[in-house]
């Protein structure tokens, strides 16, 4: 079964930026989707951004311009790139693989997730 751990979560002012790391165990492929999703306390799942097999990316309107996904290392690892990060980006934020690529995030199916790493936006 796929293993996901995130990393590199934190504090940081509006306008700041932070790199989300994700490594991936368990499987011997190239795992064809993956993404980020988020949850706030006391909101829904927020799909944030997805990458295919061939890098091709698809963000949510909330996060596009400012967040960076890519693979990261030989086979399932996965980064986050955040900049500019707004106080309404404070979640906690998954790694995770995906069933489908080429869908909105809001729309995306997540298969399996690590547990998380705190992202806190605040003055």
């Known amino acids: 079964q796929v293993q996901l751990a995130e990393s590199g979560g934190g504090s940081v002012q509006p306008g700041g930026s932070l790199r989300l790391s994700c490594e991936a165990s368990?499987?011997?492929?190239?795992?064809?989707?993956m993404g980020w999703f988020r949850q706030a306390p006391g909101k829904e799942r927020e799909g944030v951004a997805l990458?295919?097999?061939?890098?091709?990316?698809t963000y949510d309107d909330s996060v596009k311009g400012r967040f960076t996904i890519s693979r990261a290392g030989a086979k399932n690892g996965v980064s986050l790139e955040m900049r500019n990060l707004k106080p309404e980006d404070t979640a906690m934020y998954y790694c995770?693989?995906?069933?489908?690529?080429?869908?909105?995030?809001?729309?995306?199916?997540?298969?399996?997730w690590g547990q998380g790493t705190q992202v806190t936006v605040s003055s």
């Open positions: 368990g499987s011997n492929y190239k795992m064809y989707c």
């Open positions: 990458i295919d097999l061939y890098d091709s990316t």
């Open positions: 995770a693989s995906v069933s489908v690529c080429g869908v909105p995030p809001s729309r995306a199916e997540f298969r399996y």
